[in-house]
Each structure stands twice: as C-alpha cells, then as structure tokens.
C-alpha cells in the first residue's frame, strides 16, 4: 500500500487547532475577485479565538482521538461536563437509533422519516445517500464510525450495479439517491433495491449522492484515523468512476457542471436546471476531498492533475460570475447588453431588466451570497441556503466571501431564518411564474416544501459555516429556535411561511435529517474541533501570486 503522499490526509490524532485543520496544498486557487467589504472583526470572532485557547489542547487532542466519542452532549459522555445537556438531546438519539436501517444484521444506514401517522409512506422508508450525511456525522461525532464505513461500502457495491431508465444505460460511477432493505422472514433474507433515478419523479439521477459520498468517505477518514478504507482499490475505484463522470470533456465552455432540474437536495422541477450553486459548491467539495485521498500511482496521477486544472478554472468562474454584492448587483444594473468579443464585459448577456425587483431591496449594503445560477442571458438570483454554506465549508467562498455570506444572515434573518432556520432558498417563487417554472407543482407552492420552505435539517450546514467564520452567536440562535419546537412538532421534514412558522402541508414526521442535523449542530457548537471532518481550510502558506487572467474585467 502506498504511503499517504505528503499533501494527502494528515492522521487525525494529531493535534490541530481549527485553523490548522487544512488537508493539503490548494496550488492556485486562490485568485479572487475584487470584494468591496470591509468589516472589524466581530464579538463573535474574538469569542471562537478566545474560545478555543481556553478549552485548550486537551480538548482538541481528546475529540480528535480516532474512535473517541464527542466529549459533550452525548450519550455515554463523561462527567467533565459541567451544565446539562439539552433535554432534547436523549430523544434525539432515541429517535435516530429507531431509524437504523440493518442489512444481514448490520447497520447500513437510517430511513428518512419514521413517520407512522402518515398515509403514504412513497419512498421516505428507503435510505437516501443524501439525508444519511447528518446521520453518519452524528455517528461518528459519538464514536460510533461502523455504520458509516457499512454504508460506504454498501453503496459502492450498489455503484457497480448495471443501471438503466428505459433502454438507456447510465453512466458507471452513478450512485443512487436511495435504496431499501427488504426483508424475508420466511427465507431469512436480505435484499436490496436501489433507484438511481428510474423510480424518482422525473427520472433525474442524483448528481449530488457521489459528490456526498466521496465527502462522507474523507469525513469518516479524518474522523477516525483509518486511511486504510479510502485507500483500498474498490474505494480508489469508486471515487474515479464518479470523477470520470464529471471531468469529462465535451461541449462545455464553463468549468460548472451542467445539470438537469431536481438533481439534487431539490428532487422535483423547481427551475434550478443549468449550473445549480447546490451542485457546483458540492462539486468543488468533492473534487478537493478526492485529491486528499487519491493514491499517486499512475492513474491516480493523472486524475490529481485533471482535477487541480478543474479546481483552478472552477474556483475563478464561482467567484468571478456566481457572487454578487451591493456593488457587484450596480455594475450589472448598469450593464449594456449584446456585447461581443473578449473585451465584453456582460460576457453572459444579462438583460438588466431580468433583474427581479425583489433583489435591490434583499440586498444589504453589507453582504453578499452566490446566486443560485448563472448561464448565457439567466441569471437565477435566488438565494440558496446549502449551496453557500457548503461554498463556505469547501473554502470555495474566499473568507472575504464567507465573511460576506454571514453578514448577510445577520442582516437579512427574518428572511433568511425568520421562527424556524433555515430557508431551502429565498425568495418564494408565485403566481404566473410558479406556473412557468415548477410546472403547477401544487407540492412546491409559494413559501412551501423546496420552494421558500424551511428545514431544520440545514442547521447543521449554517452551524458549520457559523464556526467556520468565527460566529458561533450565529448558530447559538438558530439552535435555540429550533429547541423551542422540533421535538414538539415531532421534527418536521420542513415548516411553511414566510416566516416558517407553520408545519410544512405535507412534511413527514419524525424525519430523520431533522433529528440528525440537530444533533450534528449540537456536537459542533459543543466542539468545535469536529468541524474538521466536514470543512476544508484555504491554503494560507502557499499563496501563489495572484494573477489575473487576461479575461478579468471587473
Ligand atoms: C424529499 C427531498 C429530498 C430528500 C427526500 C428524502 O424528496 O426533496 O431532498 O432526500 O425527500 O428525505
């Protein structure tokens, strides 16, 4: 087996702090476009750094034990801990312990929602790559990594299935959205049967469930110490075939991926088709978890290569085309239109007047976001919750960028959080357009389900990102909103309204996401040290020079 290369994974029982916690050297990612934000360092920053220097190393080093269980809030957790956990806590676990999915006597993953008062169970009783995230992450926060190395290679195996809609064959790497255990008592039998989209509404394959999968695979890594499960060759294996999927060469001119409506997270048409922020974030994700992991034999050579030139390209393109700001939303209100050649400046042809209404006044003077889309004349300037709190984690998001993002959770909160945290995506789409873009979907209504609805399995993403930035005050809020009525409502799938005050129409009970994600953002606030598994640092030692390509314009 080859030595772990010098840039690849570091072993997590190291002692790190939270700045250190970088994987490898990020050559030349680093170009950055011109951000007009300048801000003092908040109470909440000085509160992490004091924060951290206090607790110590000790701390660090114990949650950092491979296989050590997370030192606070859980169960089995030790007297150290001086105030007492949150009552809500032991029934999560409960609740998350009664979702397990077993296959021939092992853990393999949790149902979606454990739901018994609902009529239709659809496919919430199946494993979802996607929602089983929070749920590993809160498994191995408690030290409890099995189940998450089962699902891994669980879900390999299913890659390697044949997979096919109609008479047409899937791509290899493709690994499904979900897959159900099904159980017979008379034989004594465990089968599995998975959807890779043939079953789904729409017939859209997940593009993000290998994204996650590699994600997952470096989180369970850092988290445990073990190297040698990424390292063996059906795992090596896996993640080429998802990178073969989408490094291929073709007709694209922009680095993005090219996506079709409800691919991901979004699972139902909600115009997100084109370059998605929630695919592209995750993309960058995935494609810097796979060079920490990929061995350097010949083939993993050239996949180094082909993804450093992806990241390189991707990163500019994000941050140059997908950000916007106060500043950055004047210049294109004032764009001109059908430009031609390299000197363009409206290099996509944005039509001013596609600007919607809505967005001068969502937009603080402080603050910004990545849209949610950016193609020839569209631009899709909703703002997208997961999208940029991954774009925050993967350090897509420079830290000016990251910083900007948080800013505009604070000024735009009743929006963005309102009663219940957090919004899918802001704002509602209605009337004429609900029409046009979902299809008359009577699911997604206006300020409902994906469409301005509110899901508190986000918490954890905007907990994340808050530690992240140094605004845990951030996160400590949204908790305590949840804390005043998920376990009353029975932890709803997702709230409706404006303000998400309402119970979703038609959200399941007892979503397993829900409970995960909570817990997840409970162990993170409590340690910050766990974030390690699940964020990835810019490279700070090796800032190359920034040069600007001949293309830069702003
Ligand atoms: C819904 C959500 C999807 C989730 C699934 C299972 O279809 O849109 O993101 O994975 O439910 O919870």
């Not at 959807?195 to 695979?217: K, N, Q």
């Not at 910004?368 to 703002?383: E, K, L």
């Amino acid at each position: 087996m080859d030595a772990p290369k010098e840039t690849g994974l570091r072993n997590v029982s190291s002692v790190c702090s939270i700045p250190e916690m970088d994987d490898f050297d990020l050559k030349n990612l680093l170009d950055k476009p011109r951000l007009t934000i300048k801000r003092e360092r908040s109470f909440d920053e000085r509160s992490l750094s004091e924060m951290s220097i206090s607790r110590g190393l000790d701390n660090l080093e114990l949650a950092y034990s491979p296989g050590g269980r997370s030192v606070l809030d859980t169960p089995g957790s030790s007297t150290r801990n001086s105030f007492e956990p949150h009552p809500m806590i032991a029934e999560a676990w409960d609740s998350l312990r009664r979702s397990l999915v077993h296959f021939r006597g092992q853990p393999v993953g949790t149902i979606a929602a454990y739901d018994h008062a609902s009529e239709e169970v659809l496919n919430y009783d199946q494993v979802f790559v996607r929602d089983f995230v929070p749920s590993a992450l809160a498994f191995l926060m408690n030290g409890e990594p099995d189940i998450v190395k089962n699902f891994l290679l669980k879900t390999l195996q299913l890659q390697g299935w044949e997979k096919r809609i109609d008479r047409f064959k899937l791509g290899e790497g493709a690994m499904p959205a979900s897959f159900k255990v099904l159980h017979d008592p008379e034989r004594k039998t465990d089968t599995i049967v998975a959807d890779f989209g043939e079953s789904a509404i729409g017939r859209v394959a997940p593009v993000d469930s290998g994204f996650w999968w590699i994600i997952l695979l470096r989180a369970y890594t850092k988290s445990t110490g073990d190297l040698s499960l990424a390292e063996t060759a059906d795992c090596q294996k896996g993640m080429k075939l998802i990178l073969t999927l989408c490094l291929s060469e073709g007709f694209d001119t922009f680095p993005t991926l090219l996506c079709a409506d409800g691919c991901s997270m979004i699972d139902r048409r909600m115009g997100i088709y084109g370059y998605p922020i929630e695919i592209q974030a995750l993309f960058f994700m995935a494609l810097r978890c796979s060079l920490a992991m990929l061995k350097l034999d010949e083939e993993g050579k050239e996949f180094v290569e082909r993804i450093t030139k992806r990241l390189h390209a991707l990163s500019f393109h994000m941050r140059s085309y997908f950000w916007i700001d106060f500043q950055q939303l004047n210049d294109i209100y004032r764009y001109k239109t059908e430009e031609y050649s390299h000197t363009a400046v409206n290099k996509f042809n944005v039509i001013p007047d596609s600007i919607p209404d809505w967005v001068f006044d969502f937009m603080p003077t402080r603050g910004g976001y990545f849209v949610g889309n950016v193609s020839p004349a569209r631009m899709d300037f909703r703002w997208f919750a997961l999208g940029n709190c991954v774009a925050i984690l993967s350090s897509l998001a420079t830290a000016e960028q990251a910083s900007a993002i948080m800013d505009l959770f604070e000024a735009r909160w009743e929006e963005l959080v309102g009663e219940m945290p957090i919004k899918i995506c802001y704002p509602a789409i209605e009337s004429h357009e609900w029409r046009i873009v979902t299809g008359c979907d009577p699911k997604n209504t206006r300020w409902s389900y994906h469409n301005g609805g509110s899901w508190p399995v986000l918490l954890w993403l905007l907990t994340a990102a808050c530690i992240k930035t140094g605004r845990p005050q951030i996160a400590r809020r949204a908790i305590e909103l949840a804390e005043s009525r998920l376990l009353k409502d029975g932890w709803p799938e997702y709230y409706d309204g404006k303000n998400g005050r309402y119970i979703g129409k038609q959200a399941r009970k007892y979503q397993t996401w829900s409970i995960a994600g909570y817990l997840v953002a409970k162990m993170m606030l409590e340690d910050p040290s766990h974030l390690g598994m699940i964020s990835l640092e810019d490279d700070r030692q090796l800032k190359p020079i920034i040069k600007r390509s001949s293309s830069w314009t702003c």
